[in-house]
């Protein structure tokens, strides 16, 4: 069972590019959101999914795009990077009513 | 808004020292308070409390909720050099049952 499944795990940009960072998951949870991690700021909430074809945004939804055409991915877009946008990246996921979150490994992304 | 606050945000400690780590919330709809550790990865699940005053326990580690005075703690017994991590609180409430983390609290165990 692969859990939830973020690719890539580095990647830097240049101010300006887009670039769309995946996450798929393999427990059939409907429940799925976005984090970013910062230095002394917790984890974010950016966008979540409660399931397919439904999202919303969260604490920090500016900037970045989201979808869920199917129960298993959902991508994160990036359509202007910004170099505030530099920072960790979790996807997460959980059953449908559950509370636990299991997480992907995290993307690390630097904006230059 | 909800709001989930921990202290202290940084903690050093020798080996075999005893912590309490604590999380303090406000949250409407509240339903559970979860504790996770985070090691240089992916947070890890530790524990969810949604019943008041009953304590959650996990070899040397412990927490404990109380829904009137809305906070919890971790606690961790004779502490280890692996215990070293960051250790984040997040609550499940409101609107569709989001989590909300705290800032977390960076826990240092020196030999």
């Known amino acids: 069972n692969a859990g939830v499944t973020q690719t890539p795990k580095f990647q830097v940009l240049k101010t300006g590019q887009s670039m769309t960072l995946q996450c798929a998951q393999d427990?059939?949870?409907?429940?799925m959101s976005w984090y970013r991690q910062d230095p002394g700021m917790g984890l974010r909430l950016i966008h979540y999914?409660?399931?397919?074809?439904?999202?919303d945004q969260g604490e920090v939804p500016n900037g970045y795009n989201v979808s869920r055409s199917t129960t298993e991915d959902f991508p994160l877009r990036l359509l202007s990077a910004a170099p505030s946008q530099t920072s960790v990246y979790f996807c997460?996921?959980?059953?449908?009513?559950?509370?636990?979150?299991?997480f992907g490994a995290g993307s690390r992304l630097t904006v230059l | 808004e909800d709001k989930v606050v921990q202290s202290p945000l940084s903690l050093v400690v020798h080996e075999g020292d005893t912590v309490t780590l604590n999380c303090s919330y406000e949250?409407?709809?509240?339903?559970?308070l979860l504790w996770y550790k985070q090691e240089k990865k992916a947070p890890t699940f530790l524990f969810m409390l949604?019943?008041?005053?009953i304590e959650k326990k996990s070899g040397r580690l412990s927490s404990i909720l109380d829904k009137k005075e809305l906070f919890s703690i971790l606690n961790i017994t004779a502490t280890q050099t692996g215990d070293s991590a960051v250790y984040l609180c997040?609550?499940?409430?409101?609107?569709?049952?989001?989590?909300?983390f705290g800032k977390g609290t960076l826990l240092t165990v020196n030999p």
């Open positions: 997460a996921s959980r059953e449908s009513g559950a509370n636990v979150l299991t």
């Open positions: 427990m059939n949870h409907e429940y």
């Open positions: 999914s409660v399931g397919a074809g439904i999202t």
């Open positions: 949250v409407t709809n509240f339903r559970s």
């Open positions: 949604t019943s008041s005053g």
């Open positions: 997040a609550e499940s409430g409101g609107s569709n049952y989001k989590l909300t």
